[in-house]
């Protein structure tokens, strides 16, 4: 289960009544309102928690409000109130297509006027209705607030509204300003689907860097994404969802966790494989038998169930992808890494130098300077490693061009959908994102979950939040961006809790996980460009929405079109199993997730061994294998019922059933987990651990603990039982 989902998402937090002495006076706790900081909540233990005002002071700072006295708060307050009114027009506004308007702020005895320029190069004027303006006295001068209605017939896109101010009666303008206006689809497509479906599909899941293949360098590939795609493809599978493929350090140490990237807006070199660059096949012989040689002992782990070695795969891919980054390219693919690198622009050259950076400094001391991508040293160095820079754009041209060719080849197999990539909540503090994009995210602060009573000290994920006002003073670029870069090559995205595009859990640095509140998004601006641009890519979208969250979030997420998620042990009614026909309709519905244990794995108690021998239980093991024995047992009389299995079924038969069993729910999308295809029974993440267990590094093995290979697959009549058996109850 991921952090945060096994909590009820209505405005909570954990911890003790708040002492008198601690709480915010009524103008700090409206001065943190006006900034979308929530001063109380109700704790997952039911109690009424007022912020501290400590915690409400530190979030604020980090938002660039820091009042130190009484008056200063009570003058930011003000100044929070008179902002929007100082402005012409808002930096930025996401309306939906057919409809909306904009609130245009102008000064006593002057006129506006306001064109929008279109996307495709077009312009429209704006008309302005006769209307009672509301009228405030800003810094001395009274300002008119007018509401001008946005054309119903505006195409979808990324457009911008140029307002011109002058005085009455003609003149010079004394005042210009601009808007990005984003529009965006009211809703979604529905997810595509073979006929006789009755729209519904079917999906393989995977952790990408544990499927390997026989061509691997140790760890699974973008080529084995293709492969595995096609395989899927053939057995009846529209998707292919696989971890998030984020690209992470280029220096070792190398985060494992896929969920806590150096940045969301590139791809991974990590999952290249260098046979496939077309360069290759020139090289010269003594650089080919140099690359083969870097790859014998990364291949020779691929027959490895123990553990995923990335630095070691690493190594030896970045040596052979520098042998042939370094060959001649022709005249056309010269042509193509030009067009890549323009198209890409400053993003990429900005995320191709911190790799640069990161090479430049390792296992030296950094100065303080280079913490500032605008600084001297920075400016400096951009230009003495142009080589790097220049290496490390490559990487993402190739990247790029070996996801395309795994959506290809999932799209060639039959698949509807393809690939479906997954969206992490956060970056790494110290990586790229944080690093060239430091004005957009909070300084000394992390996001996380708030006590539950699964986590009763909260959990610190490490993440820094984006800033909210950043965002839309920017337009939304960054989101538009990642997205954008995810589904160019990919016909779906899950959204790893899909909650924080609503409000995320700040917690200020030296403070305790439980110690932070809840900072509110724009939601409707966040979801519209996420709608947006999954439009324009024909794509599906899918919150992952575990959890008690509040019905009118889900309600919000399903009037857009974006699919929610079901997994079969948390949808319980009482005591005993959600009978799958009362599933939601709009959902990606599975048995488990990666954050629970493989299906053998669980019907063997390996989750309550494992936590026992972690230190992890809060109850004897006793308990807790009772607790397990009556969970599963209400589970297998519900397949007894349906008549799914028999009294002496078997694990694999069971697990068959259990796939079987959610086919008979409306959901739109049905995910089909590896593991449980091949028999694995250990978990790929144990929530509560760091380096107490493998986190991440868990490579795909078989019911006897040897490696499963991607080659193996077709052939394997455990898979083949399982996807035929899901395939033909849909």
Aim: charge should be negative.
């Amino acid at each position: 289960m991921k952090p945060d989902e096994g909590t009820a998402m209505s405005d909570f937090a954990g911890g003790s009544q708040t002492p008198a002495s601690d709480r915010p006076s009524p103008a700090l706790a409206a001065l943190a309102e006006a900034h979308g900081i929530a001063t109380h909540f109700w704790s997952f233990f039911g109690e009424d928690v007022t912020v501290p005002q400590a915690t409400l002071r530190a979030v604020l700072a980090a938002m660039g409000v820091d009042p130190r006295t009484d008056a200063e708060v009570d003058s930011a307050l003000a100044d929070a109130i008179q902002q929007p009114w100082r402005r012409l027009v808002p930096p930025s506004a996401v309306v939906r297509a057919g409809g909306g308007e904009l609130a245009v702020h102008v000064a006593d005895e002057h006129d506006v006027s306001l064109s929008v320029g279109l996307e495709d190069g077009s312009w429209r004027d704006l008309e302005i209705p006769e209307q009672r303006p509301e009228a405030r006295l800003v810094d001395g001068t009274i300002v008119w607030r007018v509401q001008v209605p946005l054309p119903g017939d505006l195409p979808l896109g990324w457009h911008t509204v140029h307002a011109t101010q002058r005085p009455h009666g003609g003149g010079e303008p004394d005042r210009r300003a601009q808007c990005t206006l984003v529009v965006t689809p009211g809703r979604l497509a529905e997810p595509p689907a073979r006929p006789g479906r009755d729209g519904r599909s079917w999906g393989l899941m995977a952790q990408l860097y544990s499927v390997r293949s026989r061509g691997s360098w140790g760890m699974g590939d973008y080529a084995d994404m293709g492969d595995l795609a096609a395989i899927a493809g053939d057995r009846g599978a529209d998707f292919l969802l696989v971890n998030p493929v984020h690209a992470a350090e280029v220096t070792s140490p190398i985060e494992a966790s896929p969920y806590r990237p150096a940045t969301r807006r590139f791809l991974a070199p990590l999952y290249v494989r260098p046979e496939d660059i077309r360069e290759v096949a020139y090289l010269p012989p003594a650089d080919r038998a140099r690359v083969a040689q870097l790859r014998a002992p990364a291949a020779a782990m691929n027959d490895d169930a123990a553990r995923i070695d990335r630095d070691a795969v690493w190594t030896a891919k970045r040596a052979a992808l520098e042998i042939v980054f370094a060959a001649p390219r022709s005249a056309g693919r010269q042509a193509e890494y030009e067009a890549f690198v323009d198209r890409e622009g400053t993003p990429l050259q900005d995320f191709a130098l911190w790799c640069a950076l990161e090479e430049h400094f390792a296992g030296a001391d950094r100065p303080a300077e280079a913490a500032e991508i605008s600084s001297d040293l920075v400016a400096r160095l951009r230009v003495e490693l142009a080589e790097r820079i220049a290496f490390h754009s490559w990487l993402q041209w190739i990247a790029d061009e070996q996801v395309a060719a795994a959506q290809a080849a999932a799209v060639a197999s039959g698949m509807r959908i393809g690939i479906m990539h997954d969206l992490a909540v956060g970056v790494h503090p110290l990586g790229s994102d944080a690093w060239s994009l430091r004005h957009l995210y909070a300084q000394r602060i992390t996001v996380g979950a708030p006590p539950d009573m699964y986590n009763q000290q909260g959990q610190n994920w490490n993440q820094p939040p984006w800033l909210p006002g950043a965002l839309a003073e920017t337009g939304y670029a960054a989101l538009r961006d990642m997205v954008r870069g995810l589904l160019r090559h990919a016909g779906a995205l899950r959204i790893d809790h899909v909650i924080g595009l609503f409000r995320l859990w700040w917690i200020p640095a030296g403070a305790g996980a439980g110690e932070g509140t809840y900072v509110r998004y724009d939601h409707e601006a966040m979801i519209g460009v996420l709608a947006l641009e999954a439009h324009r890519a024909g794509a599906v979208v899918i919150g992952e929405d575990l959890g008690l969250v509040e019905p009118w979030v889900r309600d919000e997420l399903a009037s857009r079109g974006i699919l929610g998620t079901s997994v079969l042990w948390f949808e319980q009614e009482g005591d005993a199993p959600r009978p799958p026909e009362r599933y939601r309709r709009d959902v990606l519905a599975t048995v488990n997730t990666h954050d629970l244990p493989p299906t053998a794995g669980y019907l063997a108690d390996e989750h309550v061994a494992l936590r026992a021998r972690l230190g992890l239980l809060e109850q004897p093991v006793d308990e807790a294998l009772a607790d397990a024995a009556n969970e599963r047992a209400a589970m297998l009389a519900l397949l007894r019922e349906r008549g799914l299995i028999g009294p002496d079924a078997g694990e694999e038969e069971i697990i068959a059933a259990l796939n079987v069993l959610i086919t008979a729910s409306p959901s739109r999308l049905l995910g089909v987990a590896l593991v449980d295809a091949v028999g694995e029974r250990r978990v790929q993440n144990q929530p509560g651990t760091d380096k107490e267990y493998p986190n991440w590094q868990v490579p795909l093995a078989g019911a006897t603990g040897t490696a499963v290979l991607i080659e193996d697959l077709p052939a394997s009549a455990r898979f083949v039982a399982l996807t035929d058996a899901v395939d033909a109850a849909l």
